[in-house]
Nanobody, 122 residues
């Protein structure tokens, strides 16, 4: 069984910071891409940040310079440090992995966590 469990969401004032963590119990499965996605009410799910197995890191333009993704592979943890949060960052945040390829688009991800809610108020 492979499980992804997010934590670290909460409510924070604009300009503040949160750190999300995703604990991955992957067994012996490969992780070609690990990423964070979010979905706000009335919006499509969008990619936030991802790390490919070749080391490539991807960020959405909207979070570039503010968010940092990291993979702590010895602990099977993927983190998302979110700084300078804005109200438009409010969303349910999900972690996901692709176990077959390095494609990191939402539709390519194979396993998903249940999400952690981030609310940013001004």
């Amino acid at each position: 069984q492979v499980r992804l469990v997010e934590s670290g969401g909460g409510s924070v004032q604009a300009g503040g910071a949160l750190r999300l963590s995703c604990k991955v119990s992957r067994g012996d499965m490969s992780r070609y891409c690990m990423g964070w996605f979010r979905q706000a009410p009335g919006k499509e799910r969008e990619g936030v940040a991802s790390v490919q197995s070749d080391g490539t890191i991807n960020y959405a333009d909207s979070v570039k310079g503010r968010f940092t993704i990291s993979e702590e592979n010895t602990e099977n943890i993927m983190s998302l440090q979110m700084n300078s949060l804005k109200p438009e960052d409010t969303a349910m945040y999900y972690c996901a992995i692709n176990i077959f390829s390095q494609h990191c688009a939402s539709a390519s991800m194979d396993l998903w966590g249940k999400g952690t809610l981030v609310t940013v108020f001004s």
